[in-house]
């Protein structure tokens, strides 16, 4: 207008799309009531919308927010993140937390056992806290178990204590129906300080006690134990040896 101009450069940019998005796990483990933190990565770095939703393929496993993954339940779930119409995704397998194996573990000895029928029955389930359990005990990650003689176990202990090794305390005693012999597994309770078997129809003791940190041991009023004391326990006379202070028996001859 009256001989006078104005301009404008207008430069037009291609919208830079996404291209790929990138997780920094591929799969994770974990155990109930634990977390983790998945970093979603979107490339190229200048693409124009960046932004990450996050889902999962069953938040009843695993459940996502912002790429933290809490463990809810036992089983597996795909975690994934999108962008741009781009996904990367995350296997997650969820474990039985640690009271939950110890509570398996012992409902074997349940089953093998005649729970049912135990005079205690109703105080073992699955469904109460460990502590409620009659004869059972966790505290500060340490197991205790004792059956005292107001269960009326019948039979042999199954081949289940390697998800008990937190135990500290084994105590079975006046207990006639417990039968035949400690299974291999119980050496992997590395953590046992005590151990009473008294009382019992157990028919011998193999030797499972190797590397265990045993401070206290009674074996004693075994009427159908026969052989000798393992190794790992016993003294050339037939009396468990040091340190296991002022706690003695033997095996009546085999």
């Not at 009427?223 to 000798?228: A, K, L, N, V």
């Amino acid at each position: 207008a009256g001989g006078k101009e104005a301009s404008c450069v207008v430069t037009v940019r291609s919208i830079i799309a996404v291209e790929a998005i990138e997780l920094n796990q591929a799969s994770l483990t974990l155990e109930i009531g634990e977390t983790a933190s998945l970093t979603a990565t979107v490339n190229p770095s200048d693409a124009a919308d960046k932004s990450v939703s996050w889902s999962s393929s069953d938040s009843a496993v695993a459940s996502v927010n912002n790429g933290k993954v809490t463990a809810v339940a036992h089983g597996t779930a795909t975690i994934t993140a999108s962008a741009g119409g781009k996904e990367a995704s995350c296997s997650v397998t969820v474990n039985p937390g640690v009271v939950d194996r110890i509570k398996a573990a012992l409902m074997k000895i349940y089953d093998a056992m005649d729970g049912p029928n135990w005079a205690v029955a109703e105080k073992w389930d699955l469904s109460k806290d460990l502590n409620d359990w009659e004869g059972i005990r966790y505290k500060n990650d340490e197991l205790f178990i004792q059956f005292n003689g107001q269960f009326g176990l019948k039979g042999e202990f199954p081949d289940c204590f390697g998800d008990l090794t937190s135990c500290v305390l084994f105590w079975v005693q006046n207990e006639p129906g417990v039968s035949g012999v400690l299974p291999p597994s119980f050496n992997s309770l590395k953590n046992l300080k005590r151990l009473v078997v008294s009382f019992t129809s157990m028919s011998s003791l193999p030797d499972v006690f190797g590397g265990l940190p045993l401070e206290d041991v009674s074996i004693n009023g075994n009427s159908c134990m026969t052989g000798d004391l393992p190794e790992s326990l016993g003294s050339s006379d037939g009396y468990l040896k040091e340190p296991y202070r002022a706690w003695f028996g033997t095996v009546s001859p085999g």
